[in-house]
């Protein structure tokens, strides 16, 4: 074995010693990692609810409460004894392309796994669990089994440099950067602030198949989302919102893209002004989004 090998071999074992112990299994879905006193950061899509167990390196498996949850970002904080185990660092200076990182992994608690890569992709677009579209993901080559979303790659100091998010084709992995917004939202869901995007419980069709449905049926072309879609008990339903209804604005903000909409709302206090396409007639809608009252009106 060449002296390359051997420091990579003693790497590895390194982090698993000083690190794993902060790998943590979530639920049987997937993993987290210890971010703070009582704090894991993990992926919302390995959630069911409001709580969850997870389950640490030396078997302890301990009930957790979500703190704050993004689930257009994929990013969930939860509250849970996490005893003495330490948590992870985060790195000082983003990862490049080339860069040599790390991957562990606790799949549902299981046996922990430690992997290695290079970052194959900088600044990813993607789309997150509610088809909200996510960027600045981190592309990396770190082979890891299923159940890892939620899990770290770090570099070889140990740093934490993102949270895993899920495979992509090839065998590649996407992970969420962690950064100055990854730390707001930590501390802000520490703190009890974060909760999750406001969601009108809609299904939509993106607006340039939007535009061509109005041109096929005879309506002049309009390109913005259209509803296919709703939860008539939701926020929109509640306010009389229909399928086949086109959001043409919501506040002060043009919407001609679903990431619109999605910025908007991830904004949005609890009401929210809306105006609408239906047919050829404008309609202005207020959405509440915490009364099970609200009802709209035409302008």
Same mark, same amino acid.
């Given at each position: 074995m060449s002296l390359d090998h051997q420091e990579l071999a003693a790497t590895i074992r390194g982090l698993a010693e000083r690190f794993g112990p902060s790998v943590v299994g979530v639920n049987s879905r997937g993993c987290g990692?210890?971010?703070?006193?009582?704090?894991?950061i993990t992926n919302t899509h390995n959630l069911s609810g409001a709580e969850a167990v997870?389950?640490?390196?030396?078997?302890? =498996?301990?009930?957790?409460?979500?703190?704050?949850?993004?689930?257009?970002?994929?990013?969930?904080?939860?509250r849970v004894d996490t005893a003495d185990?330490?948590?992870?660092?985060?790195?000082?200076?983003?990862?490049?392309?080339?860069?040599?990182?790390?991957?562990?992994?606790?799949?549902?608690?299981?046996?922990l796994r430690v992997t290695v890569g290079t970052v194959s992709s900088v600044d990813r677009a993607f789309r997150g669990p509610r088809g909200s579209r996510i960027t600045g993901g981190v592309e990396h080559t770190a082979p890891l089994p299923r159940g890892s979303s939620g899990g770290p790659i770090v570099d070889a100091?140990? =740093?934490l440099v993102g949270i895993n998010t899920h495979r992509v084709d090839s065998g590649f992995y996407l992970a969420l950067p962690t950064g100055e917004d990854f730390r707001r939202f930590v501390e802000r869901a520490a703190?009890?602030?974060?909760?999750?995007?406001?969601s009108l419980g809609i299904a939509v069709v993106?607006?340039?198949?939007?535009?061509?449905?109005?041109?096929?049926?005879?309506?002049?072309p309009v390109e913005s989302p259209l509803i296919r879609g709703l939860d008539e008990d939701g926020p929109a339903g509640r306010a009389g919102l229909r399928r086949g209804d086109q959001i043409l604005r919501a506040g002060d903000v043009a919407i001609t893209t679903v990431e619109d909409l999605q910025r908007v709302l991830?904004?949005?206090?609890?009401?929210?002004?809306?105006?609408?396409?239906?047919?050829?007639?404008?309609?202005?809608? =207020?959405?509440?989004f915490d009364s099970t009252d609200a009802s709209g009106g035409e302008a």
């Open positions: 990692v210890v971010v703070g006193d009582g704090l894991v997870v389950t640490f390196g030396d078997g302890r =498996q301990v009930e957790a409460t979500v703190a704050g949850a993004d689930i257009d970002g994929d990013l969930a904080v939860l185990v330490p948590p992870f660092v985060e790195a000082e200076a983003d990862v490049e392309l080339g860069d040599v990182v790390f991957g562990l992994s606790r799949p549902g608690g299981r046996s100091s140990g =740093q703190a009890g602030e974060v909760t999750t995007r406001r993106p607006p340039a198949a939007a535009r061509r449905m109005r041109v096929a049926v005879g309506l002049p991830a904004e949005a206090g609890s009401t929210l002004a809306l105006r609408i396409l239906r047919g050829t007639d404008e309609i202005d809608v =207020q959405v509440d």
